[in-house]
């Protein structure tokens, strides 16, 4: 295949040039959509604390205080099949810092884990135990401290160790003041600070499908506890960047790859009329369509995948360069290596077939005499 190619570029050096061009930016501009399709998913699934369809978010309004004992036998109960958060938001971690606090509970690993940028997510263990252990956004890492090669912080009369910082490479700014605790790390101060509005804000997610049956347990099991409890249960949707964006996305993509596939067949009119008369003489001594494809294909892939080739290259390029520019990254992914060998393999196949329909309709005899 690389001595088809180096041949095509000899022999043929401007057709040559323009098909590996066009494959290049074609599949370029289909990686790039691939990345920010990737982004958009992301995107959602940050904002919703997961995938929105297997989440049940709730208010409760308490008429006395909340019994946390009882809340959190509750919460173990819930949490065999389904994990459960409670959110604070504006928890006081010096006189002048506060953090949007996360408790969870869980005891079946969920489908959708906050994104750690270092350190880890909890484990079984600390979740079961209460451990005082903690994640953090970035912009919580100015109330920590070090002591020996392990980080704390304080948060209130507790002190919790820091076992991961939570966000993203890029558009972090979703986890800048989060603060993810186990559930049973709830101290006495904390309950006391909740307990001052007297309102839960809960979110029940579970794996594959809709905590139907858990949230409607739930919430009997909170009646229980405060017979004159309200709960309000809030319906949970898809950010622009979720199911629709992703859609369009995708039709986007499916669109260029259309659009691209055209554009290499037009080019290739041009490479066939270049060599016309080689196609003509090959015909005359006895080249069938077999051979003359198999030829045509072998060629047509070395240059779809020099062109895939320079288009990861660019892609890594414009990310060095222009990188900052982009709120999602375009660092070429695995996925992004899939699709562009996936890409180039179709369209050499598609334009092989374009063109050996174009060399199938050729007059030898017409085409000598011209």
Known sequence: MLKSLLIQIKTHPLGSFFLIITYAVCILALSLGLS?????????????????????????NFSDSIDFEKFIKLSETTGENAEVQIFRQGLSITKSETANMTAVYYKILPEYIVPILDGRYFNQTEIEKGAKVAVIGKNLDKSTYTKGDEKYINIGNDTFKIIGIVGRTKNSDTFANSLYIPLKALSTSMQATINEDMQLSVLIRKNDMKPTSESKAFNEGILQMDPDATIENERVISTSFGNDRLKNTI?????????????VANISVFWILDRTKEFAVKKTFGAGNYTLGYEILKEMLALSLT???????????????????????ITPSLANFILILLLSVICGFIVTFIILKKVMKMQPAAVLKS
């Open 307 to 329: 062109g895939a080739l320079i288009s990861i290259l660019l892609q890594y390029g414009i990310n060095y360069s222009l990188g900052d520019l982009f709120k999602f990254s």
């Open 36 to 60: 920010y399709s990737t982004y958009a998913k992301q995107s959602d699934l940050d904002f919703n604390n997961g995938n929105p369809d297997h989440i049940a978010r709730k208010t409760i």
């Open 251 to 263: 039709f986007e993509i499916l669109l260029m790859l259309v659009i691209g596939i055209i554009n």
